[in-house]
């Protein structure tokens, strides 16, 4: 059964940083995708960050690119989202995803709450 546990959410003032740890049951390897997502209060779940674990290619959504890097340690089985110059807006609970295309399976964590005062 595949586990995903985000960590490293919190309290941070406009401006600062937090960095998100998603630890995996097993080898990110596994996985085609792992990404991370979030979902503010009163709006849908959206997608933040993906990395592709074969060619790590990289993408990011337009409201973070500049600010938020997602990376990896194969050895951890973790993957991170470093988040910097963080903003009222990105305030929302942050989940960890990972994706097996082709057995169309979804995977994902707990989440973690971001909080970003002004």
């Known amino acids: 059964q595949v586990q995903l546990v985000e960590s490293g959410g919190g309290l941070v003032q406009a401006g600062g940083s937090l960095r998100l740890s998603c630890a995996a049951s097993?080898?990110?390897?596994?996985?085609?995708?792992m990404g991370w997502y979030r979902q503010a209060p009163g709006k849908q779940r959206e997608w933040v960050a993906t990395?592709?674990?074969?060619?790590?290619?990289?993408t990011y959504a337009d409201s973070v690119k500049g600010r938020f890097t997602i990376s990896r340690d194969n050895a951890k089985n973790a993957v991170y989202l470093q988040m910097n110059s963080l903003k009222p807006e990105d305030t929302a609970v942050y989940y960890c995803?990972?994706?097996?295309?082709?057995?169309?399976?979804?995977?994902w964590g707990q989440g973690t709450q971001v909080t970003v005062s002004s």
């Open positions: 995803n990972a994706k097996r295309i082709r057995l169309e399976a979804d995977y």
């Open positions: 097993g080898s990110i390897s596994s996985f085609n995708t």
């Open positions: 990395l592709t674990t074969t060619a790590g290619t990289i």
